[in-house]
Nanobody, 115 residues
Framework: QVQLVESGGDLVQPGGSLRLSCAAT????????MGWYRQPPGKQRELVAS???????DYTDSVRGRFTISRDNAKNTVYLQMNTLKPEDTAIYYC?????????WGRGTQVTVSS
């Protein structure tokens, strides 16, 4: 069984940076390809970035070059470094397996980009 807890969200001005963390319980974390997802207000949840167990990384076009996903298997944690934030990045951010497992969804962490 895996539990995921996201943290690091905040209110930030456009152009600012945030680092999100996703702490996982369960020894199988290192075996899971992981992703960061987000759900903007009134919209569906979308995949933002992903990282495989071997370190292969991919991003959706809207964040490529601004966001960086990484993982530390020793700490059972996956990170999302977000730079040059834009108002359209405002959303609740979640981590989950890629593809996602319904039982793994956590509460997410709110990121608000506004002046």
């Amino acid at each position: 069984q895996v539990q995921l807890v996201e943290s690091g969200g905040d209110l930030v001005q456009p152009g600012g940076s945030l680092r999100l963390s996703c702490a996982a319980t369960g020894s199988i974390f290192k075996l899971l390809p992981m992703g960061w997802y987000r759900q903007p207000p009134g919209k569906q949840r979308e995949l933002v970035a992903s990282i495989t167990t071997g370190g292969t990384i991919d991003y959706t076009d809207s964040v490529r070059g601004r966001f960086t996903i990484s993982r530390d298997n020793a700490k059972n944690t996956v990170y999302l470094q977000m730079n040059t934030l834009k108002p359209e990045d405002t959303a609740i951010y979640y981590c989950n397996r890629r593809p996602p497992v319904a039982a793994y969804w956590g509460r997410g962490t709110q990121v608000t980009v506004s002046s």
